[in-house]
């Protein structure tokens, strides 16, 4: 009998935990049972899950006994408090927030990537950044062929980065400006309707935001190249669920178009649109509900002959979280690297 595993989902009654229910169900992941975690405040509603109905629960250290894996994604304090409580119960966590990213102990990981970092885990493995995730797609196959020496990257990021009731607050302030009202930010800290503002986290001393800095930090962890050049400028943009990225690559030498997009072509996770006729590139609405990231407009760098120009769409909630956590604990899986209880049990 195949083994099966106990899983929980913290933070199910967000806008990622949401597409993790789907993803556990759509690809048939082995389980022998779903809990639903999240606050004091969704305890006791219900939320559909292969024809039933699961009560969610509030998190708690009793919640974590005899569960497998759990998915983590309600946010880096939710993870700090809890994730060391699941992994002592005997858990392995994959946590979609960036409290253990950069942890030298937890790997982080992207499995068309580096998936054998997993085997190195104590317990936490780390989801990247969305951005991160979706520009190291693109990048990481083109890298293998020639390593990239710089990257500059800009970012037009959707609302469903800041969560569930952050893409509610867009359609309602896109609502209120039609009907001629004011779009009153709540969530967010400006209107993002009909608008867009620099990225709203943290900035440091050299005028970089936390977001820009998770890009450069985590695609250096996962390529494993300290060295890596990156200068990163996050724009959050009123478009509901998928990223959209700049990307500036620099090589050694120049980098032939044609072998660009013939890596891209064939590279897992990766789906190359473009009709240079009808003007026809990735868009979010393209990329929406999609498990591949799309790349187009590869050309060459006119600026520099061993630069290369492309322009990508991801689906934030899928590849750039919710999909990326459920490859790792396929991965986890498929390489005998997760306990089951229920087996252990029988
Ligand atoms: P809740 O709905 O009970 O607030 P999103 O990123 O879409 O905003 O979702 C965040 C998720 O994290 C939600 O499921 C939310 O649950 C959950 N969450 C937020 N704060 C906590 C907390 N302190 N403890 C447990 N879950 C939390």
């Known amino acids: 009998m195949p083994q099966t595993y106990r899983v929980a989902i913290l933070g199910a009654t967000g806008a990622v935990g949401t597409e993790l229910m789907e993803l556990l169900d759509r690809r048939d992941f082995p389980l022998n049972d779903l809990k639903l975690l999240a606050s004091e405040r969704s305890a ?6 292969k024809g039933k109905k699961l009560t969610v629960e509030a998190v708690s250290k009793a919640a974590f006994k005899d569960i497998d894996l759990v998915l983590a994604s309600a946010g880096g304090s939710t993870s700090k408090a809890w994730a060391r409580t699941a992994v002592e119960a005997g858990a ?48 990481w196959p083109l890298h293998q062929e020639r390593p990239v020496r710089r990257i500059v990257v800009s970012t037009y990021q959707s609302a469903s980065g800041a969560g569930a009731r952050a893409m509610e607050e867009l359609r309602v302030q896109a609502g209120a400006i039609l009907e001629g009202k004011e779009a009153i930010p709540d969530i967010l800290p400006h209107p993002l309707a009909f608008n867009l503002f620099p990225h709203n986290s943290p900035i440091d001393e050299a005028g970089y935001c936390q977001e820009e800095m998770k890009m450069v930090n985590e695609t250096r962890k996962i390529f494993g190249d300290p060295d890596l050049k990156i200068t990163a400028t996050c724009v959050r ?47 979010p609405i393209d990329a929406t509900g999609k498990d591949d990231v799309l790349v187009g407009r590869i050309r060459r760098d006119l600026s520099n002959p061993q630069g290369l120009e492309l322009w990508l769409s991801g689906d934030q909630i899928r590849k750039g979280a919710a999909l990326n956590a459920v490859q790792i604990a396929e991965l986890l899986v498929t390489q005998k690297l997760l306990r089951s209880a229920a087996a252990m049990a029988s």
């Open 44 to 49: 006791g509603r219900t939320l559909p899950f």
């Open 92 to 139: 392995v966590v994959i946590d979609n927030s960036s409290a253990f990213r950069m942890d030298p102990s937890v790997p982080l990981v992207v499995p068309e990537i580096n998936p054998d970092a997993i085997a190195t885990h104590n317990g936490i493995i780390a989801n990247p950044n969305c951005t991160t995730i979706l520009m190291g797609m693109a990048v």
């Open 237 to 283: 943009v009123p478009v509901l669920r998928a990223h959209s990225e700049a990307v500036n690559l620099e090589f050694d030498e120049p980098f032939p178009v044609d072998r660009a997009r013939e890596l891209l072509k064939s590279a897992p996770g990766v789906k190359v649109v473009e009709d240079w006729q009808k003007n026809y590139f990735p868009m």
